[in-house]
Each structure stands twice: as structure tokens, then as C-alpha cells.
């Protein structure tokens, strides 16, 4: 995330939380993006005719910045409005286990197609302009969607907030929220060592980079597979019970993995993607199982709901943690 990204976002939660519409307050944001994403798309792969390095470099710029307003626009409400569709929390799980599906299958179309489309033709830069129109539909169509037909449940009666920085303050004074704005530091953490130090893992240590793609290309396949798994636990034992098994199964993968050496099995390797994509997976979709718990115990708390806060502030710290870590990782390699 930029630094633009950095303090955008949390501002958002604020904008969001504080907007009063006959449509609610997360849904005129989904029929904003979805032309946002329609012309941020085209503008980031569109190519224009000019060799000036300054005419390009501001053009660059400018779709990257664009792009990065339009996707926090939209991204900050559509975290928020899983804790406002149903007051349910087994429906909540439900509707996230499918949000989540989806998002993992979007995924691997993305890991597969654009390049195809791209070489249908001649022209590289007219395959990567109709390639982002492609593109630029399938996300945004969505967001159309989820305007007309999405509803909030959960009803706000408290008045706008005159904002103050101490807004953001507000969460962490909350014990509850502090413990989960750790466990879903550490949560993604996993996530962010595994996927950084893979590579260079893989690449020159066990001189097997050239199958990078098919272990990653597992571990989504496997923690896509494990969403409805993690669902259905969540609703039989709870979420501390399964974020507790799905982390034990995350540690177990890693350790595994610290034994593989070039001499291992080929199928080892594999095998050991499959355990950290059950695991990972596991412990992410809880991560935002709890989203909408999280914005229940604070409504109780302030006596205001404000989701997108809470997301702005948690993605925020997730934000910086991770730029630490990564970092620090760099260093220690």
C-alpha cells in the first residue's frame, strides 16, 4: 500500500461511516466504483504516443493515483458492509464464505486469462486495452450489483460525526479490538513471510524456482477449496476453536517445509503446500468472520457503529506492520 493509501484509507472508513443516502451508506460508493474501475482500468494499460519521459512519467502517475483512489473508494465500504447485511452472525459467516470463494476463483482466472486475451492480437497494445475493458467489466459488474440489489440490514440512526482525529483513537480503546488488531497483524504476517521468503526459498536453496507457479497455483487452489470447510467449523465449534486448529495446521506446514532440502521428494513440496493452504486459508476467512463481531462489540461499547473506521484503522496497522516486516525480512536475507 502507498503512502497516499496509508492515511487514505482509515479516512475513508470516516467518509463512509458519516454518509446519509436513501441507498445507505456503503452502496452509492459500489455505483461510483463501478465506473472508477472501468476508467482506472483502461487508463493503467492504455498506452499513449509520446516519448517524452516527463508526458509519461505524469501520465503513470496519475492512472496509478486514480487507481488507488478508486479501489480504496470502494474497498473500505465493501469491508464495512459485511457486518451491516444481517444481523445473523451464521449468515454473516455464510455470506463471507462466498465473498471469499469468489474473490479466490477471481484470482485464478487473473493468474490465467489476461495474457491469452492479450495475444488474440497483432498488436500487443490493442490486446492490453481490450484486455483491460475485459477485465475492468468482470470487477466492476459486481459492484453494479451489490448497488442494486445489496441491502443494509443493520439500520444507523446516529447523527454525522464532526471529524476528529480522535475518531480513530475511539477502536483501540477497546480491549477487544486491540487483541484483534494484533491477531490479525500476526494472521497476515504469516501470510506476508511465506509469500516473501518462498521465492527466494525455492529459487536458492532448493533450485526449484521454475516451480514456483505450481505451488502457488496449489495453495490458492487448496484455500479455496477450504473456504466451506472453515464456514461450516465456525458454525459447529466457534471461531476461537477453528482459528486455534487452522493455526496449529499453519505452524505444522511451516515446520515441515523447514526439513524440505534439495534432496527431498518431489512430491513433498506439494504436499506441503496443501497443509499452509488449508491453514492460511483458514485463518484469513476467519480474520474476516470477525469483522462484523468486532463492529458489534464496539457499537456496544460507543453506542455508534462504525465499521468503516474500525476496517480504516485495522487496515492501517495491517498496512505498516507489513511494510516493517517486509523490511525487516529483506534485511535478515
Sequence with gaps: MSIFGLFAVPLMGFITDNTRSRFGRRRPYFLAGFFGILASFFLMWNTIASTNQLILFVYVLFSQLFYSIINIMISVPYNAINAEISEDPKERNHATGVRMIISQVSSLICALLPLEVIKLFANPANGYRVMALVFGLFFAVPFLLMFLFNKEAVQVTTERMTFKLQEYIKPLKIRLFRNFAILNMLTFAINAIISTILAYYMKYYLHRYGEMTYILGTMLIVQTVTIPLVVKMTDLIGRPRSYRLFSTVSLAGLAVLAFVSPASPGWLLYVVAVILGTGIGGIIVL?????????????????????????????????????ILGYAITLVI
Design 287 to 323: 480474520m474476516y468472520t470477525m469483522y462484523p463481531d468486532i463492529t458489534d462489540v464496539g457499537e456496544f461499547k460507543t453506542k455508534e457503529r462504525s465499521a468503516g473506521i474500525y476496517n480504516g484503522v485495522i487496515a492501517f496497522i495491517r498496512a505498516v506492520s507489513g511494510a
